[in-house]
């Protein structure tokens, strides 16, 4: 059995966390498989959206704790840089990736969940920056991502008490977008790829690549001018164009 199940439906990618046995919790060939399916999904111009969930009971308990304690710190280095390499596999793919959660999004898969670019959960699913409970700190960008979305005093709360959290509170701290019933959720979260795998995807990659920079005020606008001079050259620019003067529905093609 494939620890990561992949599945394309017209301009749609979804990736399935397939461990359900363990709550998903990640393993060295999960992470590979996460990483080479980012990176070719870049160079696939017929995906233009990624969906990422889990499998069975939860979205993904994180690291296999099962494998805590028996581990080198040079199985444990490689280990991490395999992981970051997917999280910089997917900050980089300039294709909106939507993350569904249901159940547990634990430790580093919490933080897998933040490295996408929009996270829609089940109104009965947790968060949880479990790491402390084990001597750990976060990885997989955690340290990055969540105090950027929640600031430094709620975060650091978060990570230093490794206390669950609600979906209505992640809502409420702007870290998911919807809460959506878990009997609808893969239905809603469908058709939300499904709308954006009709837009703009190419503005939207840009967008992402330019929000995920780090950077001062004044090179973002230098960047936003840059950027702007290119997009206006498009062909889905001069579409939107015309389907605006027209009164119709673009049709987008990523071009």
Do not use: W
């Amino acid at each position: 059995m494939s620890d990561l199940l992949i599945e394309k439906e017209g301009a749609v990618l979804t990736l399935c966390l397939n461990r359900p046995e363990n709550l998903n919790a990640f393993s060295a060939e999960m992470i590979r498989k996460l990483t080479k399916t980012f990176q070719e999904a870049q160079l696939d111009e017929e995906v233009r959206v990624i969906v990422l969930k889990g499998s069975g009971r939860s979205f993904s308990a994180g690291g296999d704790v099962k494998t805590m304690g028996t581990t080198t710190g040079t199985q444990v280095y490689e280990h991490i840089g395999q992981l970051n390499e997917c999280i910089k596999a997917m900050t980089e793919l300039e294709k909106p990736i939507i993350a569904a959660v249901h159940g547990f999004a634990a430790g580093a898969a919490f933080n897998l969940a933040l490295a996408c670019d929009m996270i829609y959960a089940s109104d009965d699913s947790k968060f949880v920056m479990s790491f402390s409970q084990v001597g750990l700190i976060s990885d997989g960008g955690g340290l990055h991502f969540l105090p950027k979305i929640i600031g430094p005093y709620r975060a650091k709360e978060l990570f230093f008490s490794a206390k669950p959290i609600t979906a209505q509170k992640a809502y409420e701290y702007g870290i998911v977008n919807e809460l959506i019933p878990l009997d609808e959720l893969s239905n809603r979260v469908a058709t939300i790829a499904n709308e954006l795998s009709h837009g703009a995807v190419r503005a939207y990659g840009l967008m992402k690549k330019i929000i995920n920079s780090p950077g001062s005020l004044e090179n973002v606008l230098e960047i936003e001018r840059i950027t702007q001079t290119y997009m206006i050259q498009t062909e889905d620019h001069k579409e939107g164009v015309e389907a605006f003067k027209e009164k119709r529905k673009p049709q987008f093609k990523g071009k």
